[in-house]
């Protein structure tokens, strides 16, 4: 699996900070990130993607800086992203056209015809010639997903990729997930969809909160989730439920696992 190495990473938008002095190493096949809207999922996607360049400190994958020139190099070839929205991402005018541009070192005549041989494998043959336009926003994401998967990486970014699907989609999606070997990075809500995951990362305004296992991290931010709510039922309980979270949340997240920084993994640490 390739390695993702955040060193020292700064981030702000405006006046905002969004990351300070993150450090990560990435080597596991499954990745989750979890967290409430704003917790910068979608940031450190978009760090690892290149989309963003950090203000301070660097990411590298397998040892090479993504933002210099062999890296940016390595980046095209070893890394892709499918954004929340389909519409931010989608290019051309017909599907076939859309999986062709995974395909950059192939002449556009070839390019179509491994889109058509794409899609035939996968039962879409009628799908070639169809207008994006005429898609739903679950089949737009769909397009998405197999350009990402027809053009090749070694490491999918996805995010909130079930957001748009139905039932089926997701399904499929998860299916898909199941069987490929690449390594895969997903940021998403549905927790289910990553709790088997061997590795997920519980992000807060910016901080790691928790970093462990699937099962554990999932039910450590569920129970804070929980928490949360309560409080906000009860408004006058408000502080002795807030000295219960506390202690819920660093010292027993799952019914007497370890603390949430070092929930399956030896060498966590908590980021303040």
């Known amino acids: 699996m390739p390695t993702l190495h955040l060193q020292d990473v700064h981030l702000t938008r405006g006046i905002t900070p969004v990351f300070t002095g993150l450090q990560l190493e990435l080597t596991e096949d499954r990745i989750g990130l979890i967290g409430n809207n704003g917790a910068g999922k979608t940031s450190l996607l978009r760090l690892l993607c290149g989309l963003e360049a950090p203000d301070q400190g660097s990411i590298h994958i397998d040892g090479m800086d993504i933002h210099q020139r062999d890296g940016r190099l390595k980046r095209s070839q070893r890394i892709g992203m499918m954004f929340q929205n389909p519409d931010d991402q989608i290019i051309f005018p017909t599907v076939e056209e859309e999986l062709a541009l995974g395909l950059p070192g192939l002449k556009k005549r070839e390019a179509l015809q491994k889109a058509r041989e794409f899609l035939a494998q996968r039962g879409l043959s009628d799908w070639a010639q169809r207008a994006i336009s005429a898609l739903s926003q679950g089949q737009r994401q769909h397009v998405c997903w197999l350009t990402l998967l027809l053009a090749g990486p070694a490491t999918l970014l996805l995010d909130e990729p079930y957001a748009s699907l139905d039932l089926p989609g997701q399904a499929r999606l998860a299916h898909d997930l199941d069987q490929t070997d690449r390594q895969l990075i997903v940021s998403t809500h549905l927790l289910d969809h990553v709790r088997t995951y061997p590795r997920v990362l519980w992000l807060d305004q910016g901080q790691i909160r928790a970093d462990g296992n699937g099962p554990d991290v999932c039910a450590a931010y569920e129970a804070h ?48």
């Open 225 to 272: 989730v929980r928490q949360l709510i309560a409080e906000a039922a009860h408004p006058a309980k408000a502080p002795h439920l807030a000295e219960g979270s506390r202690s819920t949340e660093t010292a027993h997240p799952a019914q007497g696992a370890a603390p949430l920084t070092q929930i399956g993994r030896a060498s966590c640490r908590e980021r303040v």
